[in-house]
């Protein structure tokens, strides 16, 4: 399905993919994911910062409240691709599991965009935690972008007032 | 797209094969037919439905084609059809907690 397969599947145990369609435009869908502002919407009220160039550093939180993670931007190719790694920091626990990959796609399909979010180079046994979070956020962003609201599921911007 | 979701989880073998996916992602063809008492064949055609409802996602690696769970469309299913619902019976018995908690 995807012309290029970037990552090598060394072991499919760590890794793990995340796919949804979402009726907008690539470059719409682009601007969600890497917008602060638009991006707490969606990810728990969690903002992330960066000047998204290629080999550049990025760190998501609430700034002065919460650090949920932080990396480099592998590769940045606007409005198709983004690679990022990815430090998870939002708990001791996690803080431990070391750096993993996440790789963000988006293919325009008709009308719609097919984004994958692919989060691989987990550790056999990694902390589900790091990846768990992935449904809620994507579903989250479908509804922003094709609906303009916020979801209002518990959890849903658990750190939206933590500023 | 979320008629195909309930349809793809109306069958028992179909849950049983993304509960297999929950435990242990990635897995080939081979090792999915290993855990059930099914043809081949069988387990192919299950997978394709889950695949065209978008539960089931596909990697090439080499030859081997890894099967991976995609969680995304039970949680907007979840978010559209069962939090709704679910919550307007947990808010009620939240409330009813913590009354009878503040009369002790």
């Not at chain 1, 998870?88 to 996440?102: D, F, H, I, M, Q």
């Not at chain 2, 849950?15 to 929950?22: M, P, S």
């Not at chain 2, 947990?90 to 009369?103: C, R, S």
Request: charged residues 25%.
């Amino acid at each position: 399905m995807n012309e290029r397969e970037p990552w090598e599947v060394v072991d499919g145990r760590a890794m793990a993919v995340f796919e949804i369609y979402i009726k907008t435009t690539p470059e719409k869908l682009w601007e969600a994911i890497t917008d602060p502002e638009l991006r707490s919407k969606y990810s728990f009220g969690v903002r992330v910062e960066s000047d998204w160039a290629p080999g550049s550093a990025y760190s998501s939180g609430v700034p002065g409240a919460v650090e949920i993670a932080a990396g480099e931007n592998l590769e940045v190719d606007p409005p198709r691709r983004l690679v990022q790694t990815f430090q998870a920091l939002w708990s001791e626990g996690v803080k431990g599991e070391g750096t993993s990959r996440v790789t963000w796609e988006i293919e325009p399909v008709g009308t719609s965009c097919r984004l994958a979010v692919t989060h691989d180079q987990l550790h056999e046994g990694a902390n589900s935690e790091l990846f768990g979070g992935w449904p809620m956020i994507l579903s989250g962003l479908k509804t922003l972008l094709e609906t303009g609201e916020l979801l209002d599921t518990p959890g849903s911007l658990r750190y939206s007032n933590a500023s | 797209m979320d008629d195909d979701v309930f349809k793809a989880l109306a069958d028992p073998t179909r849950r049983q094969l993304l509960d297999a996916l929950h435990e242990s992602n990635g897995q080939t063809l081979s090792e999915l037919e290993a855990r059930f008492e099914m043809s081949r064949f069988g387990v192919m055609k299950h997978l394709k439905v889950l695949e065209g409802a978008g539960l089931v996602v596909t990697k090439k690696r080499g030859r081997e084609k890894l099967h991976f769970l995609n969680p995304v469309p039970i949680r907007t299913i979840y978010e559209r059809w069962v939090s709704k619902y679910a919550e307007s019976w947990a808010a009620p018995l939240n409330q009813l907690k913590q009354d009878l908690e503040k009369e002790e």
